[in-house]
């Protein structure tokens, strides 16, 4: 059994910033990659950013390069995403997401159960 627990969603106004937090916790063997997905309201969900865990290679989507960054603590099983210069079209319910080898050997990809951020303009 495996989790991802969220947190650091919220309200804040076009400008601002906003810092989430991802842990994986539970039947680890090796996390693989760990990301942050999003989904407005009657869109698809996104990928916003991606990290490996080994070599650290990242990935983003083309509109939050420059604004977003995603980083890991490999010790902690914890990606975060700092996320600057925020936009109203930021707006979103963002999911955690891991591609993990549990301890059964089973790889696996686990969804968290997603954080709010809304943006003000």
């Known amino acids: 059994q495996v989790q991802l627990v969220e947190s650091g969603g919220g309200l804040v106004q076009a400008g601002g910033s906003l810092r989430l937090s991802c842990a994986a916790n539970?039947?680890?063997?090796?996390?693989?990659?760990m990301g942050w997905y999003r989904q407005a309201p009657g869109m698809q969900r996104e990928l916003v950013a991606s990290?490996?865990?080994?070599?650290?290679?990242?990935n983003y989507a083309d509109s939050v390069k420059g604004r977003f960054t995603i980083s890991k603590d490999n010790a902690k099983n914890t990606v975060y995403l700092q996320m600057n210069s925020l936009k109203a079209e930021d707006t979103a319910v963002y999911y955690c997401?891991?591609?993990?080898?549990?301890?059964?050997?089973?790889?696996?990809?686990?969804w968290g159960r997603g954080t709010q951020v809304t943006v003000s303009s």
């Open positions: 997401n891991a591609d993990i080898l549990t301890t059964t050997l089973s790889r696996l990809t686990y």
């Open positions: 990290v490996m865990t080994n070599g650290g290679r990242t």
């Open positions: 539970g039947n680890i063997f090796r996390i693989n990659v």
